[in-house]
Structures are given as structure tokens and as C-alpha cells.
T-cell receptor
């Protein structure tokens, strides 16, 4: 069964450093998403991406965050200058169409755990 | 703004019991609704998807129902097992295709 692949599985970084989290969505999927989950809290939407541009972003997704699809297969989330409060599990997801009706769903990756010291 | 709430926050049951997890959402104009399982420190495993036109879905010992008009969904687990111990997340799809999650119910099934 096709999978969404995320790397790294765990990254430890110092506050102020740049971090890039990588995702390989399912090959025929067109809609891409990043979510995050701070330990003990809800899974929160960060951003959605379609046709090489952001289609929606949350209040959390400020100027420190950016997303890119650099080469047609990878989908990356960059945090420019990490803060302690960026420590969380980051989940990538993809769907073949906008997952609102029918049997279309988001397929999630296993997550990348980011620890900011 | 859509809010998703899950009750109870935590539940402990003896093995073999049937149990019900509850999910409520404030805006009944939802699209699909999905239940996930999350093991500690791990990713999200999809359990059941209920499409907006459906009222329930079943998979093995799991049955999920959806009542859009009252803003509720339930996940029924039959004959619970210790391996069912995990956090169960309810999430609804909004018009933009993004998921809005509840905070989860942490289930512990004791042998």
C-alpha cells in the first residue's frame, strides 16, 4: 500500500537553528498538508499546498515557516529560526483530491519529532 | 469556527468490555469524519472514515456512527483487548479539505 514517507524521524536542534523536515507524498497525490502535535495537545493544522502554492495556512504558520515542493516528489517544511515552543511531532499528509467528499482521505506519514534545546 | 471535543479524556476498562468513545463538533455542516488511533509517540493510524452521506461504518470490532444534525459521532469497540490501548482521535473535514482534530480519548484496557 502506498505510503507517505517522512524524514528524519527525530531531529534534535539548538534554538535559533534552521530545520528542514522532508516528506515524500504518495506519487499521484496533488494536495499536501503539514500538521503538528505538541506533546499532550491536539493535532493542529499548519498549512495546505496545491499546485505549487499555499492554499490555506493557520495562525501558527508565521513568517518563520515555509513550505516548498522543490523537485516534484519531495514536500518540505522549513523552520527558519527554531524556538523552544516549536518542539513537536510534525506530520505530513497528502490526498489525491481535496478530501471533503466521497471516500477521499488524507494519508499521513509517521511523523518527524523535533526537539529544540 | 469548528471545534471538536472528545469525551472522556481518559478511560480504563477491563479486558472484554464493550465501550463507547464520544466525539462532538460545533458546526454540523461537516464533510467527512474520520477516527484515528495513535500509540504513544507514534503516528496516526486511520481506523474508520464516515462519509458525509453515511450514518455508520464498521471494521471488525469497531463501529463508528455519525449524526450530523446533533453534531455527534461515536466509536464503539466490542470485546476490548489490551492491544486496543491507545489514544483515539476524532477529526472532521472542513470545506478546504483540512482536518480538525479533537484532543483524543486515552484508552487503557487492563488484562
Amino acid at each position: 500500500e502506498p505510503e507517505v514517507t517522512q524524514t528524519p524521524s527525530h531531529q534534535v536542534t539548538q534554538m535559533g537553528q534552521e530545520v528542514i523536515l522532508r516528506c515524500v507524498p504518495i506519487s499521484n497525490h496533488l494536495y499536501f498538508y503539514w500538521y503538528r502535535q505538541i506533546l499532550g495537545q491536539k493535532v493542529e493544522f499548519l498549512v495546505s499546498f496545491y499546485n505549487n502554492e499555499i492554499s490555506e495556512k493557520s495562525e501558527i504558520f508565521d513568517d518563520q515557516f515555509s513550505v516548498e515542493r522543490p523537485d516534484g516528489s519531495n514536500f518540505t517544511l522549513k523552520i527558519r529560526s527554531t524556538k523552544l515552543e516549536d518542539s513537536a511531532m510534525y506530520f505530513c499528509a497528502s490526498s489525491v483530491v481535496r478530501a471533503v467528499t466521497g471516500a477521499n482521505v488524507l494519508t499521513f506519514g509517521a511523523g518527524s519529532r523535533l526537539t529544540v534545546l | 469556527k469548528q471545534e471538536v471535543t472528545q469525551i472522556p479524556a481518559a478511560l480504563s476498562v477491563p479486558e472484554g468490555e464493550n465501550l463507547v468513545l464520544n466525539c462532538s463538533f460545533t458546526d454540523s455542516a461537516i464533510y467527512n469524519l474520520q477516527w484515528f488511533r495513535q500509540d504513544p509517540g507514534k503516528g496516526l493510524t486511520s481506523l474508520l472514515l464516515i462519509q458525509s452521506s453515511q450514518r455508520e461504518q464498521t471494521s471488525g470490532r469497531l463501529n463508528a456512527s455519525l449524526d450530523k444534525s446533533s453534531g455527534r459521532s461515536t466509536l464503539y469497540i466490542a470485546a476490548s483487548q489490551p492491544g486496543d490501548s491507545a489514544t483515539y482521535l476524532c477529526a472532521v473535514y472542513n470545506q478546504g479539505g483540512k482536518l480538525i482534530f479533537g484532543q483524543g480519548t486515552e484508552l487503557s484496557v487492563k488484562p
